[in-house]
């Protein structure tokens, strides 16, 4: 899992898209699994989770196949606009051999 952690948007920009990919591009040469990839974060950094990862299956479709958001924010603090996320977001309710 590459994780992005919290910390009220000090960085945004392309380096955590380019870091997703750069990781996915090398992953087998690191030695971590081929056929998945895993982002996820706590408050901003769940959104630039989700925000990578929507830039990185834009770019291949299917490449990141699981997020793990812990309280994610939604919508920027001190932003005019107050709604929901604009990225759908499937939840899935883990069974008990999941």
Same mark, same amino acid.
């Given at each position: 899992?590459?994780?992005?952690?919290?910390?009220?948007? #000090?960085?945004?920009? @392309?380096?955590?898209?380019?870091? @997703?990919?750069?990781?996915?591009?090398? =992953?087998? =040469?690191?030695?971590?699994?081929?056929?998945?990839?895993?982002?996820?974060?706590?408050? +901003?950094?769940?959104?630039? %989770?989700?925000?990578?990862?929507? %830039?990185?299956?834009?770019?291949? +479709?299917?490449? #990141?196949? @699981?997020?793990? @958001?812990?309280?994610?924010?939604?919508? =920027?603090?001190? %932003?005019?606009?107050? #709604? +929901? %996320?604009?990225?759908?977001?499937?939840?899935? =309710? +883990?069974?008990?051999?999941?």
């Amino acid at each position: 899992m590459i994780y992005f952690h919290g910390g009220g948007w #000090v960085i945004d920009d @392309l380096d955590t898209h380019d870091a @997703l990919i750069w990781f996915a591009e090398h =992953r087998s =040469r690191l030695g971590f699994a081929t056929d998945r990839i895993a982002v996820g974060g706590n408050s +901003a950094g769940a959104h630039f %989770s989700v925000a990578a990862a929507r %830039s990185a299956n834009a770019r291949v +479709a299917g490449l #990141v196949n @699981l997020q793990l @958001l812990l309280y994610p924010v939604m919508c =920027r603090p001190n %932003s005019k606009a107050r #709604v +929901a %996320s604009p990225i759908p977001i499937q939840y899935k =309710r +883990a069974g008990p051999h999941e």
